[in-house]
C-alpha cells in the first residue's frame, strides 16, 4: 500500500511537457512528504511507471541526471472520471472562452478538452452545445496577436509577483523599453491589457500585450500602489475610459425613437434613469450616468435614432462632428 501511495504522489510530481522534474529533485520533494526512500528506489520506481501504457512519462536520455515528464499531448489521468457536468463545462469553456486563453493555456488544456468530448458523447448532453451560442453585442474583430514569449513571461510574471523589463510600441510613439510593474491582466472583447505601472511612478498604465516587442523577468519584486485593487480599478469603469481621465457622473439627456426607448426600458443605461413620453414617436430619456468615451461611442453608433440634448458641451461636440460628417458625404 505505502508503495501504491508513493506512486501516486509522484505521478502528481512529474510536470507535463514541455517542463521536467530531475531524479534528485523528485526524491527531495518525495522526502520532504514523509517517504523513507533513497535514489535507488526512485530510478526503479520512474522505470517501472514508465514502461506501463497506463502512464504515459518519459526521460530526457542525454542529459544527468535525467527529467522526467509527462509526454505533451498524453491524456490527463482522472481519478475519479470526470462527470458529464464537469465535461459540459469544458466544452463550453472551450467553445466559448477559448478566444481569451492564451496559447499556453489552450495547449495545457487540450487533453482535458478531449476527454470532455469523449465523455460527452457517452451522456444525455452529447447535442447540448449544438442549442447554445453567443453573439457579441459590437462589431466583431479578429483577436489582436500576441508574442507567444512576452504572453509566457508576462504571466510567469504576475505568478512570481516579479517585474519584467519590455520593449512597447505605443499607437502613437516609438518603441521604448520600459521597467514595468505588472499588476494584472484584462481581458476586452479581443484585446489584453496588462495593467500595470511604470519605473516607479504610481499612474496606471494599460497596455496591450499585442504591441510587446519582447519582455523579459527583472529579479525585482511588484511594488502595488497604495490602495489598488484590480477589481476596484474595473469596477470604477477605467475600461470605459472618463473623459479627461477624470471618471465624473453627467446628468444625461437625449431624445430617442420608441425603438431605442424600448431597449433601453429593457436594459437600463444606469438605476437612475427615467423615461418621460414626448410625442407618439419620441422619448425623452434622463439618466445620471459616468461620462466615458464609450457612452459617446455608444451614442455615436444610434446616429439619427438619438438627439443629445444635455448636457451642452456633450450636444456641440456632437454637432461639430455632425457638421464633419455632412461635408466629407457631400
Known amino acids: 500500500m505505502d508503495s501504491l501511495l508513493r506512486y501516486f504522489d509522484m505521478l502528481c510530481l512529474i510536470p507535463k511537457a514541455p517542463n521536467s522534474i530531475s531524479t534528485p529533485d523528485l526524491l527531495e520533494k518525495l522526502q520532504n512528504t514523509g517517504y523513507e526512500i533513497d535514489l535507488r528506489t ?23 541526471p535525467l527529467r522526467w515528464f509527462w509526454i505533451d499531448n498524453s491524456s490527463p489521468m482522472q481519478l475519479p472520471l470526470m462527470s458529464t457536468d464537469e465535461a459540459l463545462t469544458f466544452k463550453l469553456a472551450e467553445m466559448f472562452l477559448e478566444p481569451l486563453l492564451p496559447p499556453s493555456v489552450r495547449s495545457r488544456l487540450s487533453g482535458y478538452f478531449d476527454l470532455a468530448d469523449k465523455r460527452l458523447q457517452e451522456s444525455k448532453f452529447s447535442h447540448w452545445t449544438e442549442k447554445v451560442g453567443i453573439v457579441p453585442n459590437n462589431l466583431p474583430l479578429l483577436p489582436a496577436e500576441i508574442e507567444p514569449s512576452v504572453l509566457a513571461v508576462v504571466y510567469e510574471a504576475l505568478l512570481k509577483n516579479q517585474r519584467i523589463k519590455a520593449t512597447y510600441h505605443a499607437v502613437y510613439n516609438s518603441e521604448k523599453t520600459y521597467d514595468i510593474n505588472p499588476l494584472g491582466l484584462v481581458f476586452r472583447h479581443n484585446v489584453i491589457y496588462l495593467v500595470a505601472t511604470l519605473f516607479e511612478y504610481t499612474d496606471i498604465k494599460q497596455l496591450a500585450l499585442h504591441r510587446f516587442k519582447n519582455a523579459e523577468l527583472i529579479d525585482r ?19 470605459n475610459y472618463p473623459v479627461n481621465n477624470n471618471l465624473e457622473e453627467i446628468s444625461l439627456k437625449i431624445k430617442v425613437s420608441s425603438y431605442i426607448k424600448q431597449m433601453l426600458q429593457e436594459t437600463p443605461l444606469s438605476s437612475k434613469q427615467n423615461i418621460t413620453e414626448i410625442d407618439e414617436d419620441h422619448y425623452l430619456i434622463e439618466v445620471i450616468i ?30 461639430a462632428e455632425i457638421s464633419t460628417l455632412s461635408k466629407m458625404y457631400q
Open 42 to 64: 526512485v530510478q526503479r520506481d520512474l522505470i517501472k511507471l514508465s514502461s506501463s501504457p497506463l502512464f504515459p512519462i518519459s526521460n530526457t536520455e542525454n542529459t544527468k
Open 221 to 239: 519584486i511588484v511594488k502595488v500602489p497604495d490602495g489598488f485593487a484590480l477589481e476596484d480599478y474595473i469596477a470604477e469603469g477605467r475600461f
Open 290 to 319: 459616468d461620462n466615458t468615451k464609450q457612452l459617446h461611442r455608444w451614442l455615436r453608433s444610434l446616429g439619427s435614432s438619438v438627439e443629445v440634448l444635455e448636457p451642452a458641451n456633450l450636444r456641440a461636440e456632437f454637432a
